[in-house]
């Protein structure tokens, strides 16, 4: 039995349908890396995950539970299983990295000030952010604030991790640290987690699966030797990069050839 | 043509019931988990100081400002008729039942109240209030819960604060410039007044605390639309609870009096 079972899911706001129809199988231990251009539905697609949304019609399951069905109690008994990494990190403003961390466990479990401390500063290792407990988030950089999100959403020790793109908005070499500690965390942890992410590369060393979703619909969703020559032309234009194609639903401006080419 | 007006009129009945409906929801949801687990004792005191000893300046200095304007207007008024003495007897009542109860939830209303929804405004906006279900914890509980509960207990009393202060504000104008006797004007202030008056105080300030947490929590969890979405939720928070603590007043006034 799949760990997270999206079937048939369709989600709309207003008359725009962001998802429609969307299947997505993942599987314990799996990492699956979702692509798509921005609007695609990606973070509906987590926010539903987490009930954070409720489906138009279909369903997800989390461990054979249909997330919509669940009681706000047995809803929060599912999340203390998920552990969410938002894209601009959420991070409570008026706590310290520390009582950040320490939150979910401080609420959900009945450990020692001692124990507690332990765990944090566990995770803080393991996301390399370790001398930084005493910091308020406003004193962090954006690369910085994701790492303490990460340690945040695994001190619970969850089986799942939802990732809503990790390193948008960051330099490459930060990206690249991002993209290790993921991997890290898959490894040391092995956790089931959905990976939403533009940067291809870390996308490739991340994944065990790759999905694209493209206007609501889920392209692909393979191996990701085997996504590299899907022949579908969005999954190719996505990989190269490039303007001219199916991708957009407006057609880019022509592309200026230099001067020199001309001469 | 009419069918346009029974359109519009329809819409916007329709829309105030949605607004009423969410409201009460809310407050509900807010009342049931009062009673959850885990109690967060240190959010709770974190909330009595901020609503609470952090508003104590502004309840002193508009409570003596106030009592000292109408202490002048009664001295003047009742100056025509030659009955000055009546002046520190209907400053104590006026103080007592409407003076103090709501000028501190006004003042409270635009202090705490555009707080609050600031603060969850801004939450919500930078998904921290998603951040907090993630972590399987409900943000009534979390948020609305603390800040009800110090709004509830710290608005009435504040409330015998500002009643106190009233006394000297009129003590100043009254006994100071006035020149009545301050033996006098002791004994006259509470001449008209019950404990009764003291109860109907503190229950209209229950009422006018329950209402300032509610609103401005709700203004705050609702917020849509960023930095306008934030910076509309404490003047609409400051706007919608000062009214309602003015209506509520009135029929406050009538039922308890009877």
């Known amino acids: 039995m799949a760990v997270i079972d999206v079937v048939n899911l369709s989600k709309a706001f207003g008359p725009k349908v962001v998802l429609s129809n969307v299947n997505l199988q993942v599987e314990e231990g799996e990492s ?125 020790k969850p089986k799942i991790l939802l ?51 493209f206007r609501g619909e889920c392209l692909a969703c393979e ?16 990989l190269r990069g490039d303007a001219d194609g199916p991708f957009l639903l407006d057609p880019p401006p022509p592309k200026r050839i230099p001067k020199e080419a001309h001469a | 043509m009419v069918l346009a007006v029974f359109d519009k009129v329809g819409a916007g009945v329709l829309k105030a019931t949605d607004t009423f409906g969410d409201f009460a929801v809310l407050a509900g949801r807010a009342f049931a988990a009062v009673f959850k687990r885990p109690f967060d004792g240190k959010n709770l005191l974190n909330q ?20 000292m304007v109408f202490a002048v207007q009664l001295a003047f008024g009742f100056k025509q ?25 006004l003042m409270l209303a635009g202090r705490i109240g555009s707080a609050m929804a600031a603060e969850l405004g801004t939450m919500q906006v930078t998904e921290q209030i998603d951040a907090l279900e993630c972590l399987a914890t409900d943000p009534i509980h979390y948020l609305f819960v603390p800040r009800l509960l110090a709004s509830m207990v710290v608005v009435p009393l504040l409330t015998v604060v500002s009643v106190y202060i009233g006394f000297w504000g009129g003590y100043l104008i009254l006994v100071g410039v006035e ?46 639309g960023g930095a306008e979405g934030v910076g509309n939720a404490p003047t609409s928070s400051v706007v919608t609870s000062s009214l309602w603590i003015l209506i509520s007043d009135f029929f406050l006034t009538k039922l308890l009096l009877v």
């Open chain 1, 32 to 156: 699956l890396v979702v692509l798509g251009g921005s609007g695609t539905g990606k973070t509906v697609l987590l926010r539903n995950i987490m009930g954070l949304l409720t489906p138009d019609s279909g369903y997800v399951a989390v461990e054979g539970k249909i997330i919509a069905q669940l009681s706000r109690d047995e809803l929060f008994t599912v999340r203390q299983s998920i552990g969410m990494c938002f894209q601009m990190a959420a991070l409570f403003d008026s706590m310290t990295v520390f009582e950040n961390v320490a939150f979910g466990l401080r609420r959900h479990h009945k450990m020692t000030e001692a124990e507690i401390r332990a765990r944090v500063e566990e995770c803080l290792t393991m996301v390399g952010m370790k001398e930084t407990e005493k910091l308020k988030p406003a004193e962090l950089s954006g690369g910085m604030k994701r790492r303490v999100g990460f340690a945040r959403a695994i001190a619970l």
């Open chain 1, 163 to 213: 990732f809503d793109e990790p390193t948008t908005g960051l330099d490459p070499v930060m990206t690249d640290v991002i993209g290790r500690i993921i991997l890290d965390l898959k490894h040391e942890l092995g956790i089931t987690s959905i990976t939403i992410t533009h940067d291809l590369k870390s996308a490739f060393e991340i994944a065990d699966r790759i999905a694209l979703l």
């Open chain 1, 223 to 238: 191996a990701p030797e085997v996504f590299k020559v899907n022949p579908n032309p969005v999954i190719q234009q996505f």
């Open chain 2, 48 to 67: 009595f100081q901020s609503v609470g000893v952090n508003s104590i300046p502004v309840v002193v200095l508009t409570s003596l400002a106030v009592s």
């Open chain 2, 81 to 105: 008729f030659q009955a000055e003495g009546l002046a520190s007897q209907v400053e104590g009542l006026a103080v007592m039942r409407e003076l103090a109860p709501v000028i501190t939830g």
């Open chain 2, 179 to 224: 020149g009545q006797s301050a033996y006098v004007y002791g004994n006259e202030f509470y001449k008209l007044l019950a404990f009764k008056d003291l109860r109907i105080a503190i229950y209209k300030a229950l009422v006018f605390g329950t209402i300032i947490a509610l609103v401005g929590c709700w203004k705050g969890y609702r917020t849509q």
